[in-house]
């Protein structure tokens, strides 16, 4: 390309030549030059991401007020979403002892509470296709429907006269579920790059923690008081019609696409335009197309776990998933999805019983079922703490396999405290410290599958590969604290610990793995080629398979 013209020099962006090496363009203006000399630059790599690519010269400052109003507009709504439905998922454990298994009659044994708890993963796990409905439907109609669609389903538990009815409620509130809270992560990725993607899954999914905490707090004071209505039943009314009032604002607030956000200026939208092409390339008709439409191909390779290096090496899956779908990535294949299904698995074990049977825990421990709602809390505020710290260390210094490891030796101290000891005190300290260990763990698998896949649609895939498999530990986690175990339910405890520390060893053998396949993309393509700071230098289309593609350890 030449010299561009002088209509064109005037734009905001610095035109550069479509090679690798930038070529020096003559400007007229005084800051436009200074912009390039900044560019092209190794010592300005802190300030800049210089894609000769492209042609786009995003300025750092321009770039961290449009993080600033990303984080300021969806993270609120989006916490304040999944807070409800993490309320309303696990009040099911407050309203068991606030009276509804002598009102509904549920067995002595407590299967039929068991089988409470696990339709609704049934239900969870077949309805996890709808991950991918965030990037096929505008997320706002979606997400509005999902919100209003489980809020009323909550409510109606209220009205519940029969252990069937509640069977099929529970059943419905997981298909609703199942369709918001898993997408949430694989909608965040078009909004953040993947190295300022976990803080923010962080942010979001620590409602999960605090949702928990609170719905104690809460249940303690709803069913401490009189009321003409069961206590039960005013807990499923109180935490569900809120959902109501968020369904709106998400309808009319939560934006599509960095590039349809309405609350942004034209200088935003350039730098919004920009970003996405640093995360996955070609211009800004591609990058426009990011919502509306899967790439069939990228679900297919997911699913085998591939990525396909030629048409010779996998050549059945071209015939599975024909042109115009069929398209070819370049990396090795890895395993990762699968392994990180099955630490998902894992930890859904403790994840999923936990907020659901402390409560009873609680009662066992010989509190009174009205304190035992409200001792149900602190645990999870400290949870919600370590989350926001553990996610905030793995983005910093891109160590989530490490933080893995160490979070789920910490929950499985907890439960084998839980399982050893018969003292109240030390007992209450193992809860700290499994809710400690599983929640953060269970928050930082999550960006770390989106982090390592190579396209918009492998990371949909990934994710909802991940909640399809990982999604069953629950059926196994929601059963391992039988009625005739207690007052200490050793082997809930047991089998929680164990799975722990399996999990611990499932993230040092990702780890180990994706370190390989580093070093052999190293070997193909060479080193990624790194700025004065030590950082790599950004070029476009860095989070899709590629040259420049490398896996987050």
Same mark, same amino acid.
């Given at each position: 390309m030449g010299s561009p013209s002088e209509k064109e020099s005037t734009a905001p962006e610095v035109a550069l030549q479509s090679t690798n090496a930038p070529e020096v363009v003559p400007l007229s203006d005084p800051e436009k030059q200074l912009a390039h000399e900044e560019l092209t630059s190794v010592e300005g790599s802190e300030k800049n991401h210089n894609s000769a690519t492209n042609g786009r010269y995003v300025d750092r400052a321009a770039e961290l007020r449009l993080l600033r109003k990303f984080d300021l507009r969806l993270i609120p709504i989006l916490f304040t979403c999944y807070l409800l439905s993490y309320i309303d998922r696990s009040n099911v454990g407050n309203a068991k002892i606030a009276g509804m298994q002598e009102e509904l009659h549920f067995s002595a044994d407590g299967n039929d509470y068991s089988w409470l708890l696990t339709i609704f993963y049934i239900a969870y796990i077949l309805f996890e296709c709808g991950t991918l409905m965030w990037k096929v439907v505008p997320p706002h109609i979606w997400g509005a429907a999902m919100v209003a669609g489980w809020g009323l389903i909550s409510t109606l538990q209220a009205a519940a006269? +029969?252990?069937?009815?509640?069977? *099929?409620?529970?059943?419905?509130?997981?298909?609703?579920e199942a369709c918001f809270g898993p997408g949430i992560p694989f909608y965040l990725s078009f909004f953040y790059l993947r190295k300022e993607l976990g803080w923010r899954i962080g942010l979001f999914l620590s409602a999960g923690p605090l949702g928990t905490c609170f719905a104690g707090a809460l249940a303690y004071g709803i069913t401490s008081g009189h009321v003409s209505i069961a206590n039960w039943r005013l807990l499923f009314l109180v935490e569900g019609l809120p959902c109501f009032v968020m369904a709106a604002v998400v309808y009319f607030f939560l934006p599509d696409s960095p590039t349809k956000a309405t609350f942004l200026?034209?200088?935003?939208?350039?730098?919004?335009? +920009? /970003?996405?092409?640093?995360q996955v390339g070609g211009d800004d008709s591609t990058t426009s197309k990011r919502i509306g439409s899967i790439v069939w191909s990228d679900i297919l390779a997911s699913l085998l776990d591939v990525k396909v290096r030629t048409h010779q090496e996998f050549f059945f899956i071209s015939l599975l998933c024909p042109s115009p779908f069929w398209q070819i990535s370049d990396a090795n294949a890895t395993g990762q999805n699968y392994i990180t299904a099955m630490m998902y698995f894992s930890?859904?074990?403790?994840? +999923? +019983?936990? %907020?659901?049977?402390?409560?009873? =825990?609680?009662?066992?421990?010989?509190?009174? %079922? =009205?304190?035992? @709602?409200g001792l149900s809390a602190p645990p999870y505020f400290v949870s919600?703490?370590?989350?926001?710290?553990?996610?905030?260390?793995?983005?910093?210094?891109? @160590? /989530?396999?490490?933080? #893995?490891?160490?979070?789920?030796? #910490?929950g499985a101290i907890g439960y084998i405290v839980l399982?050893?000891?018969?003292?109240?005190?030390? /007992?209450?300290?193992? #809860?700290?410290?499994? *809710?400690?260990?599983?929640y953060p763990t269970i928050i930082n698998i999550l960006p770390w599958v989106l982090n390592n896949q190579g396209s918009d649609t492998k990371r949909g895939a990934g994710i909802a590969i991940l909640n399809l498999i990982g999604q069953c530990g629950?059926?196994?986690?929601?059963? =391992?604290?039988?009625?005739?175990?207690? %007052?200490?339910?050793?082997?809930?405890?047991?089998?929680?610990?164990?799975?722990?520390?399996?999990?611990?060893?499932? *993230? =040092?053998?990702?780890?180990?793995?994706?370190?390989?396949?580093?070093?052999?993309?190293d070997q193909k393509y060479g080193p990624v080629e790194k700025g004065a700071d030590g950082k790599e230098l950004a070029t476009a289309g860095i989070e899709n398979d590629g040259p420049n593609f490398r896996y987050i350890l």
């Open positions: 006269t +029969s252990w069937s009815g509640m069977m *099929a409620l529970r059943f419905l509130l997981g298909a609703f200026n034209e200088e935003d939208m350039a730098v919004a335009r +920009s /970003r996405d092409v640093l930890c859904n074990v403790s994840f +999923s +019983s936990l %907020p659901v049977f402390l409560p009873t =825990i609680l009662t066992e421990m010989h509190f009174k %079922p =009205i304190d035992a @709602q919600f703490i370590v989350v926001l710290a553990s996610t905030y260390f793995a983005d910093r210094y891109g @160590q /989530r396999g490490f933080t #893995v490891l160490a979070l789920s030796l #910490v399982a050893t000891t018969e003292a109240t005190g030390p /007992r209450y300290f193992g #809860v700290y410290l499994a *809710a400690a260990g599983i629950p059926l196994l986690g929601t059963r =391992i604290y039988p009625a005739t175990d207690k %007052p200490y339910y050793r082997l809930g405890m047991w089998t929680c610990a164990a799975f722990m520390l399996f999990n611990g060893l499932l *993230a =040092i053998t990702l780890r180990t793995l994706l370190v390989w396949e580093n070093k052999k993309l």
